[in-house]
């Protein structure tokens, strides 16, 4: 690697963090400018305050918030993956199961939300059920674009040589259709942080949501921003943990995307 390529490598790894810092400095010197009310629009300095006068509480709610995701998340991959799968391989619920999907998919997941919780209670249940809801439908989209987009000529190929449907797709539908599958897992994994703040808004006693409610209710707008900027940074974190798991998964994808 020559050095044009290190200085490059390193920009694209700073310039992120690097835009992040600028971003909160600015943000402090136009309050400060300008006088802002903090109840309004608090500095970055006030809400670190908040941040640093309880880690202990806020790093306990975020936990439970990240673990409620995390489950609703897992289950959203196993539950689409399989059901994509069979989507892709008995047509009749490609013709049916699939379409009504994609409806169910148009409806807004806070309406819903009310009735997990007469359902399943306050609980971890509803914000589980919602966080599964929200992640299940581009995981399952995904997947089945990906499984359906192995070429005709390579099926057709593997079965003049007598391979099984099993070793078919094990080894031509599976390799092929991963990128999309991870494409929608990245996207789902984001979209169950969502779902798991709207479980946590309709009804908790816990969590990153309920924070936010509360300091609502008292005006403790730093409180507020404090929550929102870790859950912007928990999104952050597992959206490239995704991408480090796609590398690591489908490692010929990531290198055509780097040489392209």
């Known amino acids: 690697m020559n050095d044009v390529s290190r200085l490059r490598r390193a920009w694209d790894m700073c310039a992120p963090t690097a835009t ?5 400095v600015v943000w402090q010197v136009l309050v400060e400018a300008f006088h802002v009310r903090q109840v309004i629009l608090p500095a970055p300095s006030a809400i670190l305050e908040a941040l640093a006068a309880q880690p202990g509480w806020f790093m306990q709610e975020g ?19 399989l059901l994509a799968i069979l989507i892709v391989e008995v047509k009749l619920l490609e013709n049916t199961l699939y379409a009504l999907i994609a409806a169910l998919n148009s409806v807004p997941k806070v309406a819903i939300a009310p009735l997990f919780v007469i359902w399943l209670g306050t609980g971890y249940g509803p914000k589980i059920a919602i966080a599964f809801l929200i992640a299940f439908f581009p995981i399952v989209i995904d997947s089945v674009l990906g499984l359906k987009s192995v070429s005709k000529e390579m099926l057709d190929l593997a079965s003049s040589m007598r391979a099984s449907q099993l070793a078919q797709f094990w080894r031509i539908r599976l390799p092929t259709a ?17 779902g798991t703040i709207v479980g946590e808004f309709v009804a908790s006693d816990h969590g990153l949501g ?51």
């Not at 992040?20 to 909160?24: D, G, P, R, S």
Request: hydrophobic share 60%; with cysteine; net charge positive.
């Open 20 to 24: 992040i810092i600028l971003m909160f």
């Open 63 to 81: 936990l439970y918030t990240m673990l409620t995701m995390l489950i609703g998340f897992g289950l959203a991959v196993v539950v689409g993956i």
């Open 178 to 194: 991963l990128p999309s599958i991870f494409a929608g897992m990245k996207v789902g994994i984001s979209l169950a942080l969502v």
């Open 210 to 260: 309920y924070i936010i409610l509360t300091a609502q209710g008292t005006f403790e707008t730093a409180q507020i921003f404090a929550a929102n900027i870790l859950l912007g940074a928990a999104g952050i974190v597992l959206f490239w943990g995704m991408t480090l798991l796609e590398r690591r998964c489908v490692p010929w994808h990531a290198s055509q995307r780097r040489e392209a």
